[in-house]
Each structure stands twice: as C-alpha cells, then as structure tokens.
C-alpha cells in the first residue's frame, strides 16, 4: 500500500533551522512529483514546495522562497525539506504528498496530490 511517514519536527526558536524527512513506500518514486504542505490552527492547508519526479525542478510558495529548500532520493525513496531562518508564523503541521505526474503543477494545490503522510508538527517560538 502507498504510505508517506513524515518526520523531523519539532520546536525551534526563531531564526533556527529544521530538515524534514518524508519516508515513502509502496510505491517507486520514479514518476511522481512530491510536495509539501503545512496547515497552522484555524487555517487552510496551503502548498509550500514541490519538486519534480527527477528532481530537475522545484517550486516554492513566496513566503519560503530563499529559506526553504525541498530536495528528495529516489533510491532511499525519501523526500526531504530543510527550512532556514524560521519564523514563527512558519509554525504549523507539515504534510509531505505525492502526484502521479512527473511535473509540478503551476501552483501547488491540494488537488493535484494523492497521497498524503499523516504530518509532522513544526513550532517556531521564542
């Protein structure tokens, strides 16, 4: 069965750094594009990176841009986002997900992905 473990998170201060991991099985990662996801309290779950099945390309939501960085191993059937200079309104759970296309989308919605891990709680507090 498809199945997407994330782990990795945790409180920092603001500033910090944290590297999410997301463990894939069931599946080959070959030909799918994987992304990342993060839903704060009270809010909708919005799409912060996706990279494509080779890796060859990457897309970001403005607010991460330049701080967060999605990069994946197709052999280790990982996926991984390392976040850099965190602030607190980064604070929210973190989803990993999978596309059965090898391309990104445009945008990085929730539609477009199948599968979804069960998340990681990332909390940024001083």
């Known amino acids: 069965q498809l199945q997407l473990v994330e782990s990795g998170g945790d409180l920092v201060q603001p500033g910090g750094s944290l590297r999410l991991s997301c463990a894939a099985s069931?599946?080959?990662?070959?030909?799918?594009?994987m992304g990342w996801f993060r839903q704060a309290p009270g809010k909708e779950r919005e799409g912060v990176s996706c990279?494509?099945?080779?890796?060859?390309?990457?897309n970001y939501a403005d607010s991460v841009k330049g701080r967060f960085t999605i990069s994946r191993d197709n052999a280790k059937k990982m996926v991984y986002l390392q976040m850099n200079n965190l602030r607190p309104e980064d604070t929210a759970v973190y989803y990993c997900a999978a596309r059965g296309f090898e391309d990104c989308p445009s945008t990085i919605l929730r539609p477009y992905f199948g599968a979804w891990g069960q998340g990681t709680q990332v909390t940024v507090s001083s």
């Open positions: 990279i494509s099945s080779s890796g060859g390309s990457t």
């Open positions: 069931g599946f080959t990662l070959d030909y799918f594009s």
